[in-house]
């Protein structure tokens, strides 16, 4: 197939989102089952983001970006900044979806399909979906995570911090409408869990029957060595930026390490990631590091145990759960963190929904090097059957081409 592979960010393999490295999973995936994919992408103004675009070049990647810079003028800062306040005031569209839209890339889309002939349009992530893809092909949509109504809330905390809690309630609650208007435009919405299957279905039941479940996969990284069998240490790892990652360090660092502490003093914790807040690092103490940014996970989890990811908010797949799966590594996790991964049966991660349950998990593997090289060998194994590039790709092209049977029969 030919297909249309439509991003608002680059693939990489090394990024610190998981977007990037779903999509260069994807790129590897299809391109090594025989596929032609021409990427029409957005990068920058970050340096990582522009330099991956290189190393698709690089790489041999058809790639059409439109690169944006840092503006270097006053007049240009505040041209960008009247630019998204405006996108974000008259639109009524979600602020993520008004940083990451760009203009220009309309233009290159309307050429892409104007000279090639496609196949398949792939779009990829709600703050791609605004983009015209009238043509001819179907056009597939993967939301990558759904955001779900809920019920207001009220700000909390100082009251210099209520200004921007209100900002961002009225931004959620135009997710439902930005979901609806989008999501009716393409031939098949595909989805990563269950649960996000639930919620579109929740957000916009006329679409349901063009809802697929395909869970994702990540290019396989080099197994690590087995921890040493006396180490007790605990890693989570993830962006701070998202919500749901704050609430698990949080939930983690004031009740599930108390508990571990009073049951055995000799577990240590350490919690990576960028953008941490400060009731995150507030969470540091003699047994708990918060390191912030890691140039390379690797160390740390070399000597990790167990790497623990309490997710109890928040929707998509988990991309830390099946990452420390494929390193070779025991997860404890709850039931909203291992979602995406129940489609090919029982998973190899230990499920724990309560500070009780969760603390009794993580214990036990510890006192058990052997139960946890056990369960992390299965997730390796796991990873690969189910989550390699290929598995992934081989998913994908049942949905390709399904929206290609569906528009024929139009």
């Given at each position: 197939m030919n297909v249309l592979l439509v991003a608002p960010m680059p693939p990489s393999p090394t990024a610190a989102l998981a977007i990037p490295r779903v999509l260069y999973a994807q790129l590897v995936g299809l391109g090594g089952r025989g596929h032609h994919v021409t990427l029409a992408v957005v990068a920058g103004p970050?340096?990582?983001?522009?330099?991956?675009?290189?190393?698709?070049?690089?790489?041999?990647?058809?790639?059409?970006?439109?690169?944006?810079?840092?503006?270097?003028?006053?007049?240009?800062?505040?041209?960008?900044?009247?630019?998204?306040?405006?996108?974000?005031?008259?639109?009524?569209?979600?602020?993520?979806?008004?940083?990451?839209?760009?203009?220009?890339?309309?233009?290159?889309?309307?050429?892409?399909?104007?000279?090639?002939?496609?196949?398949?349009?792939?779009?990829?992530?709600n703050a791609a979906a605004i983009y015209d893809f009238g043509t001819s092909a179907p056009v597939v949509f993967t939301e990558h995570e759904v955001r779900r109504p809920r019920q207001p809330r009220r700000p909390s905390g100082p009251p210099a911090t209520w200004p921007a809690a209100v900002l961002s309630e009225v931004d959620w609650r135009r997710w439902p409408r930005y979901h609806r208007s989008?999501?009716?435009?393409?031939?098949?919405?595909?989805?990563?869990?269950?649960?996000?299957?639930?919620?579109?279905?929740?957000?916009?039941?006329?679409?349901?029957?063009?809802?697929?479940?395909?869970?994702?996969?990540?290019?396989?990284?080099?197994?690590?060595?087995?921890?040493?069998?006396?180490?007790?240490?605990?890693?989570?790892?993830?962006?701070?930026?998202?919500?749901?990652?704050?609430?698990?360090?949080?939930?983690?660092?004031?009740?599930?390490?108390?508990?571990?502490?009073?049951?055995?003093?000799?577990?240590?914790?350490t919690v990576i990631g960028p953008a941490a807040p400060p009731d995150v690092q507030a969470l540091?103490?003699?047994?708990?590091?918060?390191?912030?940014?890691?140039?390379?996970?690797?160390?740390?989890?070399?000597?990790?145990?167990?790497?623990?990811?309490?997710?109890?908010?928040?929707?998509?797949?988990?991309?830390?759960?099946?990452?420390?799966?494929?390193?070779?590594?025991?997860?404890?996790?709850?039931?909203?963190g291992a979602e995406g991964l129940e489609h090919a049966g029982e998973p190899p991660v230990v499920v724990a929904d309560s500070v009780d349950a969760f603390v009794q998990a993580v214990a036990t593997l510890l006192e058990s090097p052997r139960e946890r090289q056990r369960l992390a060998t299965r997730g390796r194994e796991f990873a690969a059957a189910h989550h390699s590039p290929e598995a992934y790709a081989l998913r994908l092209e049942r949905v390709y081409e399904e929206a290609r049977a569906r528009r024929s029969a139009l």
């Open positions: 970050e340096e990582p983001e522009l330099a991956a675009v290189e190393r698709l070049r690089v790489e041999g990647v058809d790639v059409h970006a439109v690169c944006r810079h840092d503006p270097r003028t006053f007049a240009e800062r505040w041209g960008r900044r009247r630019r998204f306040a405006g996108g974000w005031l008259r639109g009524g569209r979600p602020w993520r979806t008004v940083w990451y839209f760009e203009p220009g890339l309309q233009p290159v889309l309307d050429r892409l399909q104007l000279e090639r002939s496609f196949d398949v349009v792939a779009v990829e992530d989008t999501w009716s435009r393409f031939d098949l919405v595909q989805v990563f869990t269950e649960r996000d299957a639930e919620g579109v279905g929740a957000v916009a039941p006329e679409i349901v029957e063009r809802v697929r479940v395909n869970p994702f996969g990540l290019v396989l990284p080099d197994p690590l060595p087995p921890a040493p069998e006396a180490s007790r240490e605990l890693v989570f790892f993830g962006n701070f930026t998202h919500p749901p990652n704050v609430d698990a360090a949080l939930w983690l660092g004031s009740e599930i390490m108390p508990a571990l502490r009073a049951r055995d003093g000799g577990t240590r914790l540091a103490a003699a047994d708990i590091r918060v390191t912030g940014r890691v140039p390379d996970l690797t160390p740390y989890l070399e000597s990790a145990a167990v790497v623990v990811a309490p997710l109890r908010i928040g929707g998509g797949q988990r991309m830390k759960v099946l990452e420390s799966l494929a390193r070779g590594r025991s997860v404890v996790t709850t039931s909203r």
